[in-house]
């Protein structure tokens, strides 16, 4: 960090942003961190009473918040939000965080399944980037951050489907990256490893009634540094990968995740 960053801690300050799937988890974590450092959010995600609440959430904490509902795999509902968004002004930051999960081997996941998570996964991050570099090319740039995984780059037991996917954001995020040098973007990734979110904890509740405790305790230990994730130990890399200090750094997936990748033995 710069000496006039660390005597500034708002990294992100006179900045603008949208964040798909900011009603909950990572989302909601980068949502409010991004408040934290000075950026105006604008909160989309399909559920708009969450997201309503999200907004709320960052406003009552300090920040300067919006929402709105958008269905990100719909492409209407996509235009609709953006341009209702950019008729406020110059968008300087997209962030695409929404996303679903799905477990299941190549035999085991349904047509109907894995076109669903193709459809928000791959053409949400699609369609919400094509508008964002749109609107950017017309104002002098701007930064994309796509929520990639490791899924993405690593052989995952039962996520045929996710991983699919997250390797179609990793691959969006450099072609992105190449083709928008010339008009200011930057676009990089991060691919984190098992973070705590709600969705995880319902995740073990329906799958492993009574055995909670012990299924948390494994998902940890998965990563070599022993846990997992905190949704905002992500939205602060999601910060400096959005903020000026990173503006030398475009076309980089950066793995969040204990190790996973490298360490494990």
Known sequence: MSEASSQNSRLLSGKTAIITGGASGIGLAIAKRFAIHGSTVFVVDWNEEGAVAAAHAVADSGGNAQAFGCDVSDAASVRKAFDA???QGRVDILVNCAGVAHVGSITSTSEEDFDRILRINVR???LCTRAAVEHMQQHG??????MASIAGSSGLPDRFAYSTSKGAVLAMTFSVARDCLVHKIRCN???PARVHTPFVDGFVAKNYPGREAEMMEKLGQAQPIGRMAQPEEVASLAVWLCS?????????DYPLDGGY???RG
Request: no cysteine.
């Open 189 to 191: 990734a991060i691919s």
């Open 141 to 146: 740039g701007g930064v994309i951050l796509n």
């Open 261 to 263: 990748m490298n360490l």
């Open 244 to 252: 000026d200090e990173a503006s030398f750094v475009t076309g980089v």
């Open 85 to 87: 968004v950019f008729a």
């Open 124 to 126: 949400g991050v699609y």
